[in-house]
T-cell receptor
Framework: SQKIEQNSEALNIQEGKTATLTCNYTNYSPAYLQWYRQDPGRGPVFLLLIRENEKEKRKERLKVTFDTTLKQSLFHITASQPADSATYLCALGGSYGQNFVFGPGTRLSVLP | GAVVSQHPSRVICKSGTSVKIECRSLDFQATTMFWYRQFPKKSLMLMATSNEGSKATYEQGVEKDKFLINHASLTLSTLTVTSAHPEDSSFYIC????????????????FGAGSRLTVL
């Protein structure tokens, strides 16, 4: 069955450092992969989408890589700030009509 | 940008009563809406997929008679928790996906803010 893992349940880093979150999957061939941010008591918010034929995507301080051979995506936040503290979810998607599959999430804490 | 409104954000009810949660896409038409349940510090658990004009597709283990889903229009889906019990207390979240070809892409989900249900 499809399985998605995110490197750790919780990650603490110092302000200003780069946070790197990992998403690994098995038994799936997604057409694209997405990252969402979720704050406590709120619904997730879309951040970035990367397609299977793309290696890297950037948006401001965010960078996502997608390696379909390793079946892995890395999500980087550079120059991290306490305001970046949240839970980050990766999600896999196939062609339109297929449901998304969400990972368990990583709770990131950026310490001042 | 795409906005999904979910209402109510918090609801407290007595055991045995039914609670309805609404999910509306405000500036786009959503042929598909998804309902999730989330326990504290846990990830999203997909409950059902709601397609406009047809019956919802429920995930394994989710009681369809307990969690009634109606998707009567392209902008509204409702989840009714019938005869709620304390174990139904949870955070319920909806998401919507625009029609294929509409907006920035049908591959992005827009989530509601969630509804915190507490059953006494």
């Amino acid at each position: 069955s499809q399985k998605i893992e995110q490197n750790s349940e919780a990650l603490n880093i110092q302000e200003g450092k780069t946070a790197t979150l990992t998403c690994n999957y098995t038994n799936y061939s997604p057409a694209y992969l997405q990252w969402y941010r979720q704050d406590p008591g709120r619904g997730p918010v879309f951040l970035l989408l990367i397609r299977e034929n793309e290696k890297e995507k950037r948006k401001e301080r965010l960078k996502v890589t997608f390696d379909t051979t390793l079946k892995q995506s890395l999500f980087h936040i550079t120059a991290s700030q306490p305001a970046d503290s949240a839970t980050y979810l990766c999600a896999l998607g196939g062609s339109y009509g297929q449901n998304f599959v969400f990972g368990p999430g990583t709770r990131l804490s950026v310490l001042p | 940008g795409a906005v999904v409104s979910q209402h109510p954000s918090r609801v407290i009810c007595k055991s045995g009563t039914s609670v309805k949660i609404e999910c509306r896409s405000l500036d786009f038409q959503a042929t598909t809406m998804f309902w999730y349940r989330q326990f504290p510090k846990k990830s999203l658990m997909l409950m059902a997929t709601s397609n406009e004009g047809s019956k919802a597709t429920y995930e394994q283990g989710v009681e369809k008679d307990k969690f009634l889903i109606n998707h009567a229009s392209l902008t509204l889906s409702t989840l009714t928790v019938t005869s709620a019990h304390p174990e139904d207390s949870s955070f319920y979240i909806c998401s919507a996906r625009p029609r294929q070809g509409e907006m920035r892409g049908a591959n992005v989900l827009t989530f509601g803010a969630g509804s915190r249900l507490t059953v006494l």
